[in-house]
């Protein structure tokens, strides 16, 4: 993910992604840009360290449960946009305009 960030010019205000980028490095890496992390936190999982960003987020779960959570974090926008680019590329050829 720090990578994909590089490539995002001006801000960025929020990164939202599904629990497979719950890794050390993206919840830093995007609080390096100044921006909201909604990163799912996998099962089991502990607090990384003092500060770490995704601390955070562990907090919040805790406190308003997964759904609440999710809903407050603008999470389910995610699952909207990465919908529509499935749907976008199951058009695929047939699209020529």
């Known amino acids: 993910m ?7 010019e001006g801000e960025i205000l929020q990164v939202s992604a599904d629990g497979a980028y719950d890794s050390h490095g993206c919840p ?20 990384w360290g003092d500060e ?6 562990l907090q919040e ?4 449960g997964l759904d609440g959570w999710k809903n ?10 990465e919908n529509r680019m499935y749907r976008l590329k199951q058009l695929g050829d047939s699209l020529y305009s």
């Open 61 to 64: 779960i805790e406190a308003k």
């Open 2 to 8: 720090p990578g994909l960030l590089d490539q995002v």
């Open 52 to 57: 770490h960003p995704r601390n955070a987020i």
């Open 28 to 47: 830093a890496a995007i609080a390096e840009r100044d921006a909201r992390a909604t990163i799912p936190s996998r099962d089991g999982a502990v607090p």
């Open 72 to 81: 407050d974090s603008g999470y389910p926008r995610r699952s909207i946009a």
